[in-house]
């Protein structure tokens, strides 16, 4: 693999976990907003949430900030889970 070390390639895949299932707008994004904060670019984290206009909200976070949704996934109960780029 070109010089990379077991421990580079697990730490260029880790992601992280942001959980706001059973928070209501705009505590998910809040959340998501503070936990991305020292985060670097190219970070991958993953958002789950059940706020009915958390999804919406995220997107829109996205558009200002350039982070880019990579995808969308519902879970049970209501629950969705974002794939998340930082830009």
């Given at each position: ?77 209501g ?9």
């Amino acid at each position: 693999m070109y010089g990379l070390t077991d421990q580079s390639v697990s730490q260029q895949t880790e992601v992280h976990q942001i959980d706001a299932v059973g928070l209501v707008c705009p505590l998910p994004i809040l959340r998501f907003k503070k936990r991305i904060q020292n985060l670097p670019s190219g970070t991958q984290v993953e958002l789950l949430a059940d706020d009915p206009s958390g999804r919406r909200d995220l997107q829109l976070l996205c558009e200002l900030t350039g982070h880019r949704i990579e995808w969308v996934r519902e879970e049970d109960a209501g629950v969705f889970r974002c794939r998340i780029c930082l830009a």
